[in-house]
C-alpha cells in the first residue's frame, strides 16, 4: 500500500495485514508488532525484526549465533555445512 500524500514513501513503509510497522531504518532494518484489530484474527507472534545484510556470509553467521531464526539467499557455497548443522533449508530451481 503506498500512502499518496506521503512525500517519502521510501522512508515511512505503511502496511496492512496482521502487523504494523513500528520502526523503520532504511537499509537496516524493519520492526513491526502484532495489529491487534486485524480483521482475521491475531497473529501467532507479537513481534518481528527484518535485518537487511547483502552480506551472504554475515547472514550465516546470524543464523549460526541465532541472531537470525530465519536467513535469505545463504551462501550456495556452504548449504552443505548448514545441512549438516541440521539447519532446514527450502530452495526452489530458478
Not at 28 to 54: H, I, P, S
Not at 58 to 73: G, H, N, P, V, Y
Given at each position: 500500500?503506498?500512502d499518496?500524500?506521503?512525500?517519502?514513501?521510501d522512508?515511512?513503509p505503511?502496511?496492512?495485514?496482521?502487523?504494523?510497522?513500528?520502526?523503520?531504518?532504511?537499509?537496516?532494518?524493519?520492526?513491526?508488532?502484532?495489529?491487534?484489530?486485524?480483521?482475521?484474527?491475531?497473529?501467532?507472534?507479537?513481534?518481528?525484526t527484518?535485518?537487511?545484510n547483502?552480506?551472504?556470509?554475515?547472514r550465516?553467521?546470524?543464523?549460526?549465533?541465532?541472531?537470525?531464526?530465519i536467513i535469505?539467499?545463504p551462501?550456495?557455497e556452504?548449504l552443505?555445512?548448514?545441512?549438516?548443522?541440521n539447519?532446514?533449508?527450502?530452495?526452489?530451481p530458478t
Amino acid at each position: 500500500m503506498v500512502d499518496v500524500d506521503e512525500k517519502d514513501i521510501d522512508k515511512k513503509p505503511i502496511g496492512t495485514g496482521p502487523f504494523k510497522i513500528s520502526s523503520f531504518e532504511p537499509g537496516v532494518e524493519l520492526k513491526v508488532e502484532r495489529f491487534e484489530k486485524y480483521w482475521d484474527g491475531k497473529a501467532k507472534l507479537e513481534k518481528a525484526t527484518f535485518t537487511f545484510n547483502e552480506d551472504a556470509n554475515a547472514r550465516q553467521m546470524a543464523l549460526q549465533s541465532e541472531d537470525a531464526d530465519i536467513i535469505f539467499r545463504p551462501p550456495v557455497e556452504n548449504l552443505e555445512k548448514l545441512k549438516e548443522e541440521n539447519v532446514k533449508i527450502e530452495s526452489v530451481p530458478t
